[in-house]
């Protein structure tokens, strides 16, 4: 028998440009796999299983049309044991396998995994990058060790100079400054005419049945005849184009902006396709640089700085922050919240707009923008004192995007504080005027967004002040929040107390709010 070299790509390792396939080897074997250790490990959203699986079959077929030999696991078939070591075993003794190579996982979960490969197979295996992201684990691990925080605009600038994105000889930022995050607070104007990239489908009924078959359980809505996620790189890059063209002039305008009338408005919608490799986030920064040099007075730097950040900043800066506080960062509850999830987070039935809305069109499309997720689910969340395991589990589910090094990180960290302050320097929390300021939402609300007490009265406003009252102790050292717990402090005793009893009577009946 030929001997063989397995090379394992995971389900989230979708990068044709990654050297594996730069040539074609015969003793190569690429093996893919559908397994329910991935499928079950949470309740995804039903779209978020079928654009991996199908994101999955498609970039297989590409592989074998360039020659490659692939052995693909469909998560019907007989063979399939569902689990990836289970399936190398099988591999291994049905061929002549001399070795295993796999590309370091972005899970914690999957690294711990693969780690015991070699002694569980008896095979030696070797671990490879997996060429996608701007820095390495080793230099983050650098960069992280040791330090309670390091702050995302150091770290963020760090970048800048290093892959010389928006900044001059002299290494300074182009524009004089380094963030332009001032300029990117707008409200959606009154009759302003969204005109943003459209939703391209595709049929993917075929993986869909192939899920139900399986019985795999998920949450969330679906019509898989009109499937609109992109899930090859020729999609992606069709997507990235039409990004640049209709929505990067205005993305960072409206970045923070929410509206009952439009899903994504001027966002990307590529954190999918960015987070299974499909496409790089250097070619996207290149890219987006490119529409800026090419065209200055059509894009201004608010919007070009603004975009690059999310990905050269934070994307990395969360993946750093997951390697160096892993695995312990998975049980931290800096506010020892205990409260469990009211069921309508499932179910979007909740008489505030603002969180059903959220909450329905994350159902509806596995999607919901930074603003949503941070400052509406994550802020309620927060206010009401959930369990940042449930919070993980809910955000870990529901979103197209969601892989656990940077969902975590924004979810514990950066939306909860249940970090203590490692991803950010206080808790992203608000009452209803922010949210007003921000969104049409309250306009058609049941709740009124004026009122702190009494019938009618806006939620998050009385849990707002409960939130400093009951944590005290634990903001009255953050400088951020100093003001806000002086003004709490110094309210009269009676008003104190109204605020608190209308938060208790809130939290009391949370699952009817
Ligand atoms: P755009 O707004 O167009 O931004 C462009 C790109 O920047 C994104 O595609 C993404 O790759 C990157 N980006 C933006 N913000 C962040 C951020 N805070 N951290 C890391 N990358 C960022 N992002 C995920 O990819 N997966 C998650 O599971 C995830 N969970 C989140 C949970 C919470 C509570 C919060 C507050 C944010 C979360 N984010 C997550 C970050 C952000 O909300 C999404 O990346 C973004 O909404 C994806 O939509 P988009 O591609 O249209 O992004
Ligand atoms: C999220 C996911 C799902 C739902 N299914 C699979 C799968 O069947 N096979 C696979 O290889 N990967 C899947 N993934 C992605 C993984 O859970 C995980 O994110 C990566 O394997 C490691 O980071
Ligand atoms: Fe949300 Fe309160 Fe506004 Fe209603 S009034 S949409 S609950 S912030």
Redesign the pocket.
């Known amino acids: 028998m030929a001997r063989k070299v397995i090379k394992l790509i995971?389900?989230?390792q979708l990068n044709e440009n990654h050297p594996w396939f730069d040539h074609v080897e015969q003793d190569v074997l690429f093996v893919?796999?559908?397994?329910r250790s991935?499928?079950d490990?949470v309740k995804?959203h039903i779209q978020?299983?079928v654009a991996?699986?199908d994101a999955?079959r498609r970039f297989a077929d590409q592989l074998k049309k360039k020659g490659h030999q692939v052995k693909y696991f469909k998560i019907n078939d007989p063979d399939n044991q569902q689990s990836f070591e289970k399936n190398l075993d099988a591999l291994t003794k049905q061929h002549n396998v001399q070795e295993i190579h796999y590309q370091l996982?972005?899970?914690y979960r999957?690294d711990e995994g693969l780690k015991s490969l070699s002694k569980n197979l008896g095979l030696p295996v070797f671990v490879s990058d997996s060429h996608h992201f701007l820095t390495s684990r080793e230099e983050l691990r650098n960069l992280f060790e040791g330090k309670k925080t390091f702050l995302m605009e150091t770290f963020y600038r760090k970048m800048r100079v290093k892959h010389q994105v928006l900044v001059d000889s002299a290494n300074q930022p182009i524009g004089g400054k380094w963030n332009f995050d001032q300029d990117n607070r707008k409200k959606v104007p009154k009759n302003h005419q969204i005109l943003t990239t459209q939703l391209k489908t595709k049929d993917c009924s075929e993986v869909h049945n192939d899920i139900l078959k399986a019985e795999i359980q998920t949450i969330g809505n679906i019509n898989p005849t009109q499937f609109h996620w992109t899930t090859t790189r020729t999609e992606a890059i069709e997507l990235l184009e039409e990004f640049v063209e209709k929505a990067l002039p205005l993305f960072g305008t409206l970045q923070d902006a929410m509206t009952e009338k439009h899903w994504y408005l001027y966002h990307s919608r590529l954190s999918f396709a960015m987070n299974v490799k499909l496409i790089s986030p250097l070619e996207v920064i290149r890219r987006v640089e490119k529409a800026y040099s090419e065209e200055p007075e059509r894009y201004e730097l608010n919007q070009i700085e603004g975009f690059i950040r999310q990905i050269l900043g934070w994307r990395e800066y969360m993946r750093g922050i997951y390697w160096a506080k892993m695995p312990d960062y998975a049980s931290m509850n800096f506010f020892n919240h205990e409260r469990s999830l009211p069921n309508w987070f499932w179910t979007g039935e909740t008489k505030m707009n603002c969180l059903k809305h959220a909450i329905d069109q994350s159902l509806d499309y596995a999607y919901a923008h930074h603003i949503q997720r941070l400052m509406i689910t994550g802020n309620f969340a927060l206010l009401a004192g959930i369990h940042p395991d449930e919070v993980d589990q809910w955000y870990l589910g529901i979103y197209i995007d969601a892989?656990e090094w940077v969902e975590i990180t924004n979810t514990r960290g950066m939306s909860q504080f249940a970090d203590g302050g490692i991803v950010g320097s206080k808790p992203y929390l608000s009452s209803a005027s922010y949210i007003d300021k921000m969104s049409d939402y309250c306009q058609n609300c049941g709740y009124k967004k004026e009122l702190k007490i009494g019938e009618g009265a806006c939620p998050f406003n009385s849990l707002y002040w409960n939130f400093f009252d009951a944590h005290q102790e634990k903001l009255k050292s953050n400088p951020r929040l100093g003001m806000m717990l002086n003004l709490w402090n110094k309210m009269k005793p009676e008003q104190k107390t109204e605020l608190l009893e209308q938060a208790a009577y809130y939290l009391d009946k949370i699952e009817t709010l």
Do not use: A, N, Q
């Open positions: 995971l389900g989230d893919l796999m559908e397994v991935e499928t490990y995804h978020k299983v991996i699986f999955m996982p972005d899970e999957v892989f």
